[in-house]
């Protein structure tokens, strides 16, 4: 599978992993193109540039701000604290009114939860009542957004990410004079090892730990089973005593591809049909592999629902108390499975004469298994052009199958 692995020796930041993800091939014009799906497109403009740092040829990106009375558009904590201040519900608009792929809105909301959760922890609020500073800011919502383009245009199945230096020292916020890493920063990180090194700078800021929080893995060394294609590194801020980069390392992991899957059941006769969704959504945002209903009866032949949740042991226990938490079952079951066998799966983008549609190619034993247009794509120019979504889909289909020479 596609993997990266992050090298954080001096920390991590939004603009630093899009300048990495830009030195590793990602086209800029591509990322630019991607971006304008955005309905606050005209807010801002995306540069780059290489710079050099301790002798490292390194890219680094800024977010120039283009409307008068946003805020800041310099990388740092200085932005983080403009007057623009969103909830995750503003951020869900957002990311709904754009016309950017269902993998990389679902990937960009999947950073954005994990911030939101994070802050609500801090400041002792619910994550919907959390007001964003720093990921308010238009240029951090560029940052996570277009990390989402980039792992999907390089095809990324897998992150991971070494012991992560946060810096020291201390840092001015929004609520004053706070301790490095900041208190989102440092519950982002709490299941990722960090250290501090160097001088007192702020290395780690909350939008590269929220990145890791919601996508990493952690990996001391570089995975024996990792082959590195290629190296590039993204520049940030700060002129040190070593170099403000971070190293990225992407190529394709071989590993074996077992792992402890469990199935979590529960039988649920009294809850709103309306909250399964919601409950679905945010079983998946903490890692479910899959999620299901099943309408079933129960003793006096009561109709209800069973709700079943494939998970990787690792994240068990965080589904289980999402499901006390949001649903009104007080009990479930926990199944081990045994094995479970997956096509090898990549997303393919195809050029149809109504637009760009991304479609899943699976593959097993060597042999093309199945072809599937992304339905969110396909809806969306359905909806623009006026015509049928099945008109959409089989020419999708076509193109993919003609590119493929079936």
């Known amino acids: 599978m596609r993997a990266i692995y992050l090298d954080c020796f001096s920390g991590l930041s939004g603009n630093m992993l899009l300048g990495a993800f830009l030195a590793a091939g990602v086209p800029f014009a591509a990322l630019q193109e991607e971006l304008r799906r955005l309905p606050m497109a005209d807010e801002f403009a995306l ?70 959760d994070a802050e609500g922890k801090v400041h002792g609020m619910k994550p919907d009542e959390v007001h964003f500073h720093e990921v308010g800011a ?50 982002l990180l709490r299941l990722i090892p960090t250290y501090h090194r160097g001088e007192e700078k702020e290395l780690t800021t909350p939008t590269g730990a929220a990145i890791l929080a919601a996508l990493a893995e952690f990996a001391d060394n570089i995975p024996t089973e990792f082959f ?15 170099p403000n980069v971070v190293r990225l390392h992407v190529g394709e992991y071989a590993g074996s591809g077992q792992r402890d899957i469990c199935l979590i059941e529960t039988n649920i006769d009294d809850m709103d049909a309306q909250v ?21 009866y129960m003793k006096k032949n009561r109709p209800a629902h069973m709700l079943s949740v494939l998970v990787d042991e690792a994240k068990k226990a965080e589904c289980l108390a999402l499901l006390f938490r949001e649903t009104t079952s007080i009990g479930m079951r926990v199944l081990h499975v045994d094995e ?23 593959a097993y034993g060597g042999q093309i298994v199945s072809l599937s247009p992304e339905y969110e794509d396909c809806r969306e120019i359905a909806a623009r052009e006026g015509i049928p979504l099945k008109r959409v889909r089989q020419e999708a289909l076509d193109d993919l199958r003609e590119r493929l020479g079936e």
């Not at 310099?74 to 869900?92: K, P, S, Y």
């Not at 916020?173 to 208190?183: D, E, Y």
């Not at 590195?228 to 070593?242: H, K, Q, S, V």
């Open 138 to 187: 238009v240029d951090s919502i560029v940052d996570i957004i277009g990390t989402a383009i980039c792992l999907d245009y390089l095809e990324i199945e897998k992150i991971f990410v070494s012991r992560v230096n946060t810096g020291s020292g201390t840092v001015q916020t929004q609520h004053g004079l706070m301790m490095v890493p900041a208190p989102a920063t440092a519950e």
């Open 340 to 362: 479970r066998i997956e096509a090898v799966r990549h997303t393919a983008l195809v050029d149809t004469a109504h637009g760009k549609v991304r479609c899943k190619v699976s």
């Open 276 to 296: 399964f969704g919601y409950v679905q959504e945010r079983l998946f945002a903490v890692g479910a592999l899959d999620v299901w209903t099943t309408p079933i």
């Open 228 to 242: 590195a294609e290629r190296i590039a590194y993204g520049a940030g801020t700060w002129d040190l005593e070593m």
């Open 47 to 116: 540069r780059q540039s290489v710079v050099k740092k301790n002798g490292i040829a390194a890219t680094y990106v800024e977010v120039e701000l283009l409307s008068e009375g946003k805020d800041a558009s310099a990388h740092g904590h200085a932005h983080e604290h403009g007057c623009v201040q969103r909830t995750i519900q503003d951020i869900r608009g957002i990311l709904e009114r754009s016309s950017l792929s269902a993998e990389v809105r679902k990937t960009s909301l999947k950073i954005f939860e994990a911030l939101a």
